[in-house]
């Protein structure tokens, strides 16, 4: 038994410098790589994926889970080794589910259409797209097929980013969120709108990396164990538990672009520092879910970055890193960086209306897997949302239906889900911390973030992916996943932002 | 056979993706890597070294190898497909020999070795040293007995880096050279010695890069196929055929570190981005050896970047940026950055005592290897060699026997011979050159470096590690490696700038 755990575990640490690997040369390519390095890179990349694959969909790797399974099964949920196995039973069911002549397809197709999807989206052109799409509908359908037991064909996808979420699931959660935040959405747009012209300015951005700097500093991010760069998409990586490092980009007119995606990323960088450093080079070091994932990084960017104690702290920092601000009250200030904007582009969307944006996409991708909406009438679908649910007309398609990289790079279906489930649990989380810190804002104010760091260590971070998504809600918040502490910070924040 | 060339080249991709994966990953570590990444770096590392290792001694390349011999010996040399087969078979060859056990033997006291080093050269301790070198001895021993029908032990490990070297062949090269450079040094440093104070100042690092960057630009080095970055020890390292990255470091009170090792770096990356395209990915896209290698790095360095025609061209550009040399004339400055200091240091020698630091280093191992010295007797041995070739009186063993890396990190023996093969060559092929594009040199004084690069182009980067080094070097300067061209160079080159 013992013996069969160990080889276990080699294998799949093996497996799992594969793709730590993988990792560092995608943080090379979207930082440092030279233009021309992009085509042996694919092919390098490539080359590290299949033999990952390999090694988890092996007989080999089949025969240890068998083998080592009955005693897992035995032991109580926070046996670290049990979860470990389990979770490697997980992992290859996903693998060996799927037959690699349709993986290829996938890939081959995912290939293609983000190159068409480059050249269609600027000339706004659906056509180009639609049989594309159509296809991946089929794709995503075949590869559903693949799964047994599934009571919804996206259900089959959505087990890749959030464990233990269905569609059912999560559409009982967003149809309560939806029915209260339409209506706050409305009252908040029909209120006299925030003047947020006091963010517009030049800012050096060197300077603006610098100041990011210190607040990531701050909060608690160690540089001696990571780094921040430039790249076109912010994102943070895992390259080891000693080694998460961010990214960010920087726009001259508008410093709270690159701010406020510091602080995201921040808050995805110390949920993988704070996983447990026995499981680092194992199956479970990292974050359990996207929707976890993103209740971190969205925590630290709006309860905490976007709150007054934060500011009470930064703000004189700011003032004298910027002096443009110099002539602006931070309540002013923190009135423009909360204004509520319904707009197209969903990473652009402030906090209140972020979560329609993706409901939107959820509902339509279920709808196109279930054939109860065609990709002909997509864009129809698309509007009439946005109308319904932002007040607002689509002009084009570019900021419509094809903007969002999801549905044109990889898989449809299953992938947005996590942003919302982040949200709500972000404020589930920062209550309970909360609750048991009554103090920690105070100590915000003379910029000490560490109690509630200390809590979100040791409460989410420190399990990894050993504890189940749904568990550790319950273990860390004594409920279940729930909208309510969600929509009451909403409802307080608004109310008092625009003297609702 | 066919199929049997098309697998093989398959699983020798992937060996090359992983290999050039770990050369990202060694990149990142010595210019990007934040101090906590080490642990789990070195663990990665290991991890695609095993499975590189894996796959090139497997049974199945063995026997695609078998399979494809018998064709590859029928055809011409030119043909790449049978030069590929028979570098396959060559490569393979040298780890089959190998017993694994030997292997991790000598990982792990390589490893302990060097962290022994780098406590004890600082604190001069022989001593606690040579315990470990009489084991490195020792492991050199049983490294060499892995292999049958060597002349010399010393010779299996030449093979590594510069196939078809053979002791009795560099010592009668060695000592034809070190006959006439011995007496040259001594007629060069009883001369007046040159004023080079002219180099020292302050110059600001961002400056000194800026400078490099343009030097490295005009030589034709491309960055949007590289970049250049800071490192504790300069390098080169290949990507692809259009990633070739080069670093450097910057000294704040003399510029001429960070310049030479830019244009020496550069002369390597040149080799790298000039191999023919079609063999990227390939076990033969790389340079042939490490002589072949030195020869094009020192060419750019010597005999380009410290010659009048260059700086006829730079040396305005370099006071523009830098006014501290206004008040020095260029054949001063000349004069400076060619000037002979006989020393302890061999990376910090200049070009004339440069190599007899190298020859010193190769007889001494090939003395403890053949068994004519003892680890014991090492330090005599080397300070008499200083006393006898230089000239100077070794004060410490830190500036003495402990300091190259190469005995305290790695295989003891085998590792020297390209540095000086590399002088001899570029002298060699420098005059071939010359001889062809008679008019290169007034190219470089406005800047054209193009004619030299296009030959070199032509007669060594595009073949990659297609064709033999010593065919190389035949077909390239239509002779047999040979001293004449160097000892000519160096020569005419110290008699006019000593006056002798």
Request: proline content about 3%; hydrophobic content about 40%; charged content about 25%.
């Given at each position: 038994m013992n013996q069969a755990l160990v080889l276990l575990k080699e294998r799949l640490a093996m497996m799992t410098d594969l793709n730590l690997t993988s990792s560092i040369l995608n943080w090379d390519q979207t930082t440092m790589m030279p233009d021309g390095g992009s085509d042996s890179r694919g092919r390098q990349m490539a080359t590290l994926a299949k033999l990952s694959h390999s090694l988890l969909v092996s007989e080999e790797t089949g025969e240890l889970i068998r083998q080592i399974t009955p005693w897992a099964q035995t032991q109580p949920q926070e046996n670290m080794d049990a979860a470990f196995v389990h979770e490697a039973a997980r992992l290859r069911n996903l693998e060996v589910n799927v037959p690699s002549s349709l993986n290829s397809e996938m890939t081959e197709h995912y290939s293609r259409m983000y190159t068409a999807w480059t050249i269609a989206r600027p000339n706004d052109d659906f056509a180009a797209l639609k049989p594309l799409l159509v296809k991946s509908v089929e794709l995503s359908k075949k590869f559903s097929d693949c799964f047994k037991n599934m009571?919804?064909?996206?259900?089959?996808?959505?087990?890749?980013?959030?464990?233990?979420?269905?569609?059912?699931?999560?559409?009982?959660?967003?149809?309560?969120?939806?029915?209260?935040?339409?209506?706050?959405?409305?009252?908040?747009?029909?209120?006299?709108?925030?003047?947020?012209?006091?963010?517009?300015?030049?800012?050096?951005?060197?300077?603006?990396?610098?100041?990011?700097?210190?607040?990531?500093?701050?909060?608690?991010?160690?540089?001696?164990?990571?780094?921040?760069?430039?790249?076109?998409?912010?994102?943070?990586?895992?390259?080891?538990?000693?080694?998460?490092?961010?990214?960010?980009?920087?726009?001259?007119?508008?410093?709270?672009?690159?701010?406020?995606?510091?602080?995201?990323?921040?808050?995805?960088?110390?949920?993988?520092?704070?996983?447990?450093?026995?499981?680092?080079g194992n199956i479970l070091a990292g974050g359990v879910s996207s929707g976890v994932h993103e209740s971190q990084s969205r925590l630290w960017e709006n309860h905490v970055g976007r709150g007054k104690p934060f500011w009470d702290y930064f703000y004189p920092i700011l003032q004298k890193n910027f002096p443009h601000f110099e002539k602006f009250s931070q309540s002013h200030f923190i009135r423009a960086i909360n204004k509520v904007d319904p707009g197209f582009i969903r990473v652009d969307a402030d906090e209140l209306t972020y979560n329609l944006h993706v409901m939107i996409r959820f509902d339509l991708e279920c709808q196109l897997l279930e054939g109860t909406l065609s990709v002909r009438d997509l864009p129809d679908a698309w509007n009439a949302r946005y109308k319904s649910d932002l007040g607002i007309s689509v002009p084009n398609m570019k900021n419509g239906c094809l903007q969002d990289v999801h549905w044109f790079g990889g898989r449809l279906g299953g992938a947005f889900q996590g942003y919302t489930i982040g949200n709500i649990l972000s404020a589930q989380l920062y209550d309970t911390a909360h609750h048991i810190l009554p103090n920690m804002e105070q100590d915000f104010v003379i910029g000490d973030f560490s109690k509630l760091k200390a809590w979100l260590n040791t409460n989410i971070h420190q399990w990894g992916a050993s504890i189940s998504p749904d568990r550790l809600i319950k273990l860390s918040t004594h409920q279940d996943l729930s909208i309510h502490p969600y929509m009451t910070y909403l409802s307080e924040k608004y109310s008092s932002l625009y003297n609702l």
């Open positions: 009571d919804h064909p996206m259900d089959a996808l959505i087990q890749y980013a959030d464990f233990g979420v269905t569609v059912k699931s999560a559409k009982q959660l967003f149809s309560e969120l939806r029915s209260q935040l339409v209506p706050l959405v409305k009252r908040v747009t029909s209120a006299n709108q925030i003047d947020s012209s006091c963010l517009q300015g030049d800012f050096d951005e060197t300077a603006q990396l610098e100041f990011c700097k210190t607040v990531a500093r701050q909060l608690g991010y160690d540089f001696n164990r990571g780094r921040l760069d430039l790249s076109a998409h912010p994102f943070m990586t895992r390259l080891s538990g000693n080694d998460v490092r961010i990214t960010t980009r920087a726009i001259r007119t508008d410093l709270t672009d690159c701010l406020f995606s510091v602080i995201h990323e921040v808050g995805h960088a110390l949920y993988e520092f704070g996983i447990n450093p026995v499981l680092d």
